[in-house]
């Protein structure tokens, strides 16, 4: 029987998908640190993570029966997905199923910061009934600059738009913008223009830094920030700065450079107590709804991948969308892409009276993915010697 290790409070749509499957699921609420989660890998098939576990080089080097990994959120830069890949790790993640949770926490904070709704609440609950519009604000004709125009920024985009927002978005890619948003040609020419900016911008390590003095100084004047995307890509003191200065005039902030690994650990950050700051624990995709569709996506994924060797929408694999084998014998062959490895594979197979029956490769840079089907019975001397090539990373039988 496989074993599935989840960490990080998975929802359970994902166990049950797996065990229906036969596959033992194995389930623990908070993240693990590298030599806790070499251990718990002992024996184990399929990880699936959120955001806290780091799973290193080291840890796939030292789980030899993993599969594959599964990020049960959108980033994949908590998984060195070259050394899995190296080590024959397929890692799949859920780019698209979160897409609305964080678009609607993103719109209900753009209102609650231009309304200031955080300082009349707490205003009440002391006991104070400060009734005032001062800096209270329509976000309706107002502009919102999104950084990032992807799944979420495209999405949030239109609904801006649809309750009177001006859009104006920025992104280093060609994209197309949707509805009246404008392109932005660069960083700057946004921040000129909008009253409110928000980052959705992606893990990769180049937008480390991307937001930090020299850019809150050129925001507009009173205006509103937000980051719901990776804690590393702002400078969270300056943002403090600019906020005790009058020139920021609020922001929300669901993500940081350091996060606690479980839920109650106590938190820490420049940002807390400012006036007009919401400050929410990484919740931009947790709503029941995304949490359901992440786990049956990326539960899907591994039981598609285990059933048919398909890599459809992996991270670092070569891509191939795969039926089921119809009685056939199939090799799933992950390899360094050189030269002449599907010749040594087909003349291995005719070297030993293997008729193919279907065949199908995919390359991604260094890495080459062929997936054969063959008729008949298949000896062990044909995995043997297909598993013994030079450029042989793993090979997987499916039947």
Not at 47 to 69: D, F, H, M, W, Y
Not at 152 to 166: P, Y
Not at 181 to 203: K, N
Request: overall charge negative; hydrophobic content about 45%.
């Amino acid at each position: 029987m496989l074993r599935a290790l989840f960490l990080e409070n998975l929802h359970p749509v994902a166990h049950d998908l797996l065990t229906a499957q036969g596959i033992e699921v194995i389930t623990q609420s908070g993240a693990l640190d590298e030599d806790e989660l070499i251990s718990a890998l002992d024996g184990v098939s399929l990880l699936g993570i959120r955001s806290k576990t780091q799973v290193t080089e080291r840890v796939v080097a030292n789980a030899p029966e993993l599969l594959a990994i599964g990020a049960f959120c959108i980033g994949t830069n908590q998984i060195d997905l070259g050394a899995a890949a190296q080590h024959g790790v397929a890692a799949f993640n859920a780019p698209f199923s979160n897409t609305r949770s964080v678009v609607e926490i993103a719109l209900a904070e753009i209102i609650a910061l231009a309304r200031r709704l955080t300082e009349r609440d707490r205003a009440l609950h002391e006991g104070v009934w400060d009734k005032t519009a001062d800096g209270a604000h329509e976000v309706r004709g107002r502009t919102l600059g999104i950084v990032g125009y992807g799944n979420i920024g495209t999405q949030l985009s239109v609904l801006a738009e649809n309750l009177g927002m001006s859009v104006v978005f920025y992104d280093t890619q060609e994209k197309l913008a949707l509805g009246n948003a404008r392109r932005a040609e660069s960083l700057d020419e946004l921040l000129a223009v909008a009253d409110t900016v928000t980052l959705h911008v992606d893990g990769r390590s180049g937008n480390a830094g991307l937001f930090g003095a020299e850019q809150f100084a050129k925001m507009k004047p009173r205006s509103i920030f937000l980051n719901l995307s990776r804690g590393f890509v702002v400078d969270y003191a300056a943002l403090r700065e600019a906020i005790l200065a009058g020139h920021v005039a609020g922001a929300a902030v669901d993500v940081f450079p350091v996060e606690p690994k479980k839920r109650g650990e106590a938190f820490d950050s420049e940002l807390r107590g400012l006036p007009n700051v919401i400050l929410t624990p990484h919740i931009g995709g947790s709503t029941q709804e995304a949490q359901e569709s992440i786990g049956r996506f990326v539960a899907g994924k591994f039981r598609d991948y285990l059933a048919t060797a398909s890599t459809t929408l992996s991270v670092n694999l070569p891509n191939l969308a795969l039926e089921q084998a119809g009685g056939r014998h199939r090799f799933a062959h992950l390899h360094r892409n050189t030269p002449g490895v599907l010749a040594n594979v087909n003349q291995t197979l005719a070297e030993h009276g293997v008729n193919i029956a279907g065949q199908l490769l995919a390359t991604r840079g260094d890495l080459g993915y062929v997936v054969t089907d063959v008729d008949g019975e298949v000896s062990t001397d044909v995995i043997e010697a297909l598993g013994a090539m030079e450029q042989t990373i793993r090979l997987r039988t499916l039947s």
